[in-house]
């Protein structure tokens, strides 16, 4: 049996998926019915040495760009397995011939596959076998594009040619020593993965494999493109903290010799079952003597609250273990207009969701962000639907909570950004099951270390 730990969060201000550059941040919040978030513990077996690759946060490495940052493009090839074949020659030729004689580095080769088509959430969960990191990313907006021009539709990966991975809370630092494996130069080289909200709180036990961040580049990558795939591999190296090419290309190899080449499509539904508990965190009790307290904190005479997140989490076993990845699959039903992503450390529980939030999105300097906010559900019928619609955007209730959380993002962007313009500053955005508020914000970052203060500099208040 599996166990399920749900992430519910209500009146939530902020959002809960940033994309900057080559960076993607997974954050654990959601809002009402429209994101949902899981913390899986799947029955995955111990992986003894499975964590076994470079830690770009560990003291002591250089704060400089690593000396080589390069993308190998093979000749394409009809399937999955021909691509898997073509990269594991590739590597062995470059090991036999080294090429890279650099301290530091980060390389990666990448084979297009132009006829077997193969959706990424089926290669994952083709490597259900390998008892490696794992990450998957969907897009909301398929506006990222490979060499010859095809969109990104989503990615799988496996191992982690580096990791970034501290106790401590996320620093500038910390975003340097990811930075600096990463290029406008190589686009596809990407990192992925969370950061805590409060990083000063308790850590309850099935976070702690997360740290109080953790990032990977994977190993392996399969890239489901519009019109195709690509099968890559990623090996990154630097002498200043013990991990040398030699050992990046060891490591490599090793992955890949446990790689399937032979992809199943499983099916996207989760198998019969029924709970055999549910536990709510906090209780019932606990929750209303924390709604009561926040209304009480907010009708005080000049309150600094407005508005407040309030949060529960529901642990839930059932008596059938679901895969992770059918999970999110069966998430489906909400994938129009959202992101879904995994993220899965050695010997840790699978962290999955599915939401249409977007906290930030970075091009250059050019920043947009998004205000959500106020909900109501689809009408069955496009007049009812319309109702509604006109309902929500004349509640003054909503109009009021809508106005905090838009107001909130324009002041994060005013601190670290040029004139912020809104447009549109109110209108309705419709998902599958329900319909938001929704504004959009633009502005220009004054510099570009600014990025960082636009995710992490946001006061929370927990009861």
């Given at each position: 049996?599996?166990?399920?730990?749900?992430?519910?969060?209500?009146?939530?201000?902020?959002?809960?998926?940033?994309?900057?550059?080559?960076?993607?941040?997974?954050?654990?919040?959601?809002?009402?019915?429209?994101?949902?978030?899981?913390?899986?513990?799947?029955?995955?077996?111990?992986?003894?040495?499975?964590?076994?690759?470079?830690?770009?946060?560990?003291?002591?490495?250089?704060?400089?760009?690593?000396?080589?940052?390069?993308?190998?493009?093979?000749?394409?090839?009809?399937?999955?397995?021909?691509?898997?074949?073509?990269?594991?020659?590739?590597?062995?030729?470059?090991?036999?011939?080294?090429?890279?004689?650099?301290?530091?580095?980060?390389?990666?080769?990448?084979?297009?596959?132009?006829?077997?088509?193969?959706?990424?959430?089926?290669?994952?969960?083709?490597?259900?076998?390998?008892?490696?990191?794992?990450?998957?990313?969907?897009?909301?907006?398929?506006?990222?594009?490979?060499?010859?021009?095809?969109?990104?539709?989503?990615?799988?990966?496996?191992?982690?040619?580096?990791?970034?991975?501290?106790?401590?809370?996320?620093?500038?630092?910390?975003?340097?020593?990811?930075?600096?494996?990463?290029?406008?130069?190589?686009?596809?080289?990407?990192?992925?993965?969370?950061?805590?909200?409060?990083?000063?709180?308790?850590?309850?036990?099935?976070?702690?494999?997360?740290?109080?961040?953790?990032?990977?580049?994977?190993?392996?990558?399969?890239?489901?493109?519009?019109?195709?795939?690509?099968?890559?591999?990623?090996?990154?190296?630097?002498?200043?903290?013990?991990?040398?090419?030699?050992?990046?290309?060891?490591?490599?190899?090793?992955?890949?010799?446990?790689?399937?080449?032979?992809?199943?499509?499983?099916?996207?539904?989760?198998?019969?079952?029924?709970?055999?508990?549910?536990?709510?965190?906090?209780?019932?009790?606990?929750?209303?003597?924390?709604v009561n307290r926040a209304l009480e904190m907010i009708k005080k005479n000049n309150s600094l609250l407005t508005k407040v997140v309030l949060a529960r989490s529901t642990k839930v076993v059932p008596t059938t273990n679901i895969d992770p990845l059918t999970w999110l699959a069966c998430l489906t039903v909400e994938s129009e207009n959202a992101y879904q992503f995994l993220l899965q450390p050695p010997n840790a529980p699978a962290f999955i969701?599915?939401?249409?939030?977007?906290?930030?999105?970075?091009?250059?300097?050019?920043?947009?962000?998004?205000?959500?906010?106020?909900?109501?559900?689809?009408?069955?019928?496009?007049?009812?639907?319309?109702?509604?619609?006109?309902?929500?955007?004349?509640?003054?209730?909503?109009?009021?909570?809508?106005?905090?959380?838009?107001?909130?993002?324009?002041?994060?962007?005013?601190?670290?950004?040029?004139?912020?313009?809104?447009?549109?500053?109110?209108?309705?955005?419709?998902?599958?099951?329900?319909?938001?508020?929704?504004?959009?914000?633009?502005?220009?970052?004054?510099?570009?270390?600014?990025?960082?203060?636009?995710?992490?500099?946001?006061?929370?208040?927990?009861?």
């Amino acid at each position: 049996m599996g166990t399920l730990t749900i992430l519910l969060k209500h009146s939530s201000t902020y959002k809960s998926l940033t994309k900057c550059t080559n960076i993607f941040l997974l954050f654990p919040l959601s809002k009402k019915q429209h994101s949902i978030y899981s913390l899986h513990f799947h029955q995955r077996p111990l992986c003894h040495g499975c964590s076994l690759s470079m830690n770009g946060c560990r003291k002591g490495h250089s704060r400089e760009p690593v000396g080589t940052i390069k993308t190998q493009t093979l000749e394409p090839v009809a399937t999955t397995s021909m691509a898997l074949y073509s990269l594991k020659m590739a590597i062995s030729k470059m090991k036999s011939e080294p090429q890279f004689r650099s301290s530091s580095g980060i390389v990666r080769l990448q084979v297009s596959i132009e006829e077997e088509e193969v959706e990424a959430i089926d290669w994952l969960h083709s490597q259900n076998h390998l008892l490696l990191p794992r990450c998957f990313f969907s897009g909301r907006e398929h506006n990222s594009f490979d060499s010859n021009g095809r969109s990104l539709v989503s990615i799988a990966g496996v191992g982690s040619a580096v990791f970034f991975c501290q106790p401590h809370p996320f620093s500038y630092w910390d975003w340097v020593s990811i930075r600096r494996f990463l290029s406008e130069s190589c686009p596809l080289i990407r990192a992925y993965g969370a950061i805590r909200f409060d990083a000063k709180a308790k850590l309850s036990v099935e976070w702690l494999p997360f740290g109080s961040f953790y990032f990977m580049i994977p190993q392996v990558e399969f890239n489901e493109l519009e019109g195709g795939s690509m099968l890559t591999t990623t090996m990154a190296w630097d002498n200043t903290i013990s991990w040398s090419w030699e050992d990046a290309i060891n490591a490599l190899q090793d992955t890949l010799s446990k790689v399937s080449a032979s992809i199943v499509r499983f099916p996207k539904q989760a198998p019969p079952t029924l709970i055999l508990s549910s536990h709510d965190i906090p209780s019932k009790i606990d929750w209303d003597i924390a709604v009561n307290r926040a209304l009480e904190m907010i009708k005080k005479n000049n309150s600094l609250l407005t508005k407040v997140v309030l949060a529960r989490s529901t642990k839930v076993v059932p008596t059938t273990n679901i895969d992770p990845l059918t999970w999110l699959a069966c998430l489906t039903v909400e994938s129009e207009n959202a992101y879904q992503f995994l993220l899965q450390p050695p010997n840790a529980p699978a962290f999955i969701g599915n939401t249409p939030e977007q906290l930030f999105h970075r091009k250059w300097l050019h920043i947009t962000s998004e205000a959500l906010a106020g909900t109501r559900a689809r009408g069955v019928s496009i007049a009812l639907d319309r109702q509604i619609e006109l309902d929500l955007l004349t509640s003054p209730k909503d109009d009021i909570e809508f106005t905090i959380v838009r107001d909130t993002i324009r002041r994060k962007l005013e601190g670290v950004c040029e004139k912020v313009v809104i447009k549109p500053k109110k209108m309705i955005r419709k998902l599958p099951r329900i319909q938001h508020l929704f504004a959009q914000l633009a502005s220009r970052l004054r510099s570009e270390e600014d990025e960082r203060f636009v995710g992490f500099q946001q006061k929370r208040h927990n009861f």
